[in-house]
């Protein structure tokens, strides 16, 4: 069974192309025209990713993602914004609000449905890893904290290998980066923030779409290589 997307936008043209585009890539496609339509659908069906425009009659994007925010049923579902507000005070009230990834227009329909895929990969292998111990992939992030440890004894690694990159992080997001550079396993960052396991598996998540990267070890030397946070001495 394909994945079932839910798209919220005002602009007709946009919206069938959009549309047409996700469905021949292998999705399955409901659409809406503004938020309070965009919350109907969602209590018709449970899509697994929802991609919204921000600047909509009646009920705007941010409106919208504030009623699946605060609905518990809703919290973890995915959520691209995907508008022509591109400004970094915009892309970061995005995030503020909770989406996952943040989207200018005009855009790359390829670009697109390579950052759905990504999302939706990274929340199943969340999701899968957040059981017991013996849980496969949770052993394999173990392996990762492992690594990630080992890294931190090895002199002058971290040190910047380029100019600086310049990633619009929010607060939350930069403290979860530095304490999985110190290792720390998702239960503990939850306790460490006072907030639970299912946020801090977003936020990480958030980070692999935002740097690029496909594992914690990978997050970890590409933060500390790109000057992302101070370089930690041994």
Not at 46 to 51: A, E, G, Q
Not at 75 to 85: G, H, Y
Request: net charge negative; aromatic share 6%.
């Amino acid at each position: 069974m394909s994945d079932q997307l839910l798209l919220v936008d005002d602009e007709p043209a946009l919206r069938s192309a959009v549309q047409a585009y996700l469905e021949e890539s292998g999705f399955t496609v409901q659409t809406a025209t503004n938020g309070n339509e965009g919350w109907e659908m969602v209590q018709r069906f449970t899509p697994d990713l929802v991609i919204s425009d921000v600047m909509m009659p009646q009920a705007d994007g941010y409106q919208f993602l504030k009623k699946l925010r605060d609905d518990v049923r809703f919290q973890a579902l995915p959520v691209i914004f995907l508008t022509a507000r591109g400004m970094t005070g915009d892309r970061i009230t995005g995030y503020d609000a909770g989406c996952d990834a943040y989207i200018s227009k005009p855009f790359d329909p390829d670009e697109l449905v390579a950052i759905i895929k990504s999302i939706l990969t990274r929340q199943r292998a969340a999701q899968a890893g957040s059981g017991d111990v013996e849980n496969p992939d949770v052993a394999e992030l173990a392996r990762q904290i492992k690594e990630i440890k080992a890294l931190l004894t090895q002199k002058n690694v971290f040190q910047p290998s380029g100019p600086p990159v310049n990633i619009d992080f929010t607060p939350r997001e930069q403290s979860v980066l530095e304490l999985v550079v110190d290792g720390l396993m998702n239960k503990e960052i939850a306790r460490r923030l006072e907030t639970s396991v299912r946020n801090v598996e977003k936020y990480v998540s958030r980070l692999f779409t935002k740097t690029g990267t496909n594992s914690r070890t990978e997050l970890v030397r590409f933060a500390l290589e790109h000057g992302l946070i101070p370089p930690r001495s041994v």
